[in-house]
């Protein structure tokens, strides 16, 4: 099924439920409490009334009357409602979410956040990440695999500083939710735990309710290309706007043309702009980096990011 779709039937089933749900209190309380029942059905009556009385006579007083009657006739169900142990609001149409009353959108046409959750859940759900982590996760991060022994070059053990990036990553899930400027660039050679990491603060964020949305860099460019020359504007890519979280994996070398260029500089900025969180993981240094960028962008863009450099052997092979 197309996910427009399934998100629409997800609504759609919400609603039948929770109309269910009313038409089951209802003859609970009709059966415990018939004072409820006869004033439910001089309600109606008052409204019916009231609507043949509006075609009749639009400006008639009686429809005004009749609305305050109705408006006074449910404040006295609320209180008995109450009296008898209930909460007031118990024969209201019962919703799942009370900004969008379970449509999705709001009253401006804008996306309910339950509505960018809900998609960004099923993503994941058509996707395999959700394998992923459950293999890829801190419980399941092994930091015996990194070497012990120092590397000349960096002036520390690759397991000392994948402990350093761990702590970085904590510090980073923990302070989510806080306006910071953290972002997270990871770089270094492939094989050194880069993408292990971000599955591993991925799954913690998720677990916490976070939006999050993973692509690969090659994925990620995919949808801008899509959006730009065959105006496909999926729902991926409003979501590499609005996710609390973006996650561009392998950013490489390869893959940076003035197009991608421009494009992946704007989702960021923007992304910074609204104070939202980016990790990225690349093999290219800052160094490189700045090449591909210009430096004012460069450096405007990037100071925002904690660079973290990943270094050691191929863990691929172990
Ligand atoms: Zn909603």
Redesign the pocket.
Known sequence: MELGQEISLHYENIRLKNMDLLSQRKNEIYRKIPDIKNLDAFISELALKSCREIFAKPDSSLVLEATQEISELKDQKRKILKAKGYPENYLDMPY???????????EDGSK????KKLTIDKLYKNSNLSHVLLRENFSTFNINLFSDEINEREGLSPRANIKKITDLSKNFIITFKEDNDFNLLFYGPTGQGKTFMINCIAKELMDRNVSVIYLTAYEMIEVLENKKFKKIENLEYSLLFDSELLIVDDLGIELITTFTNSEIFNIINTRLIRGKKTIISTNLSPKELSKTYTDRVFSRVFQKFTPLKFFGEDLRWQ
Do not use: R
């Open positions: 799942d979410c009370h900004i969008c009353k379970d449509t999705g959108f709001l309910c956040s339950c509505l």
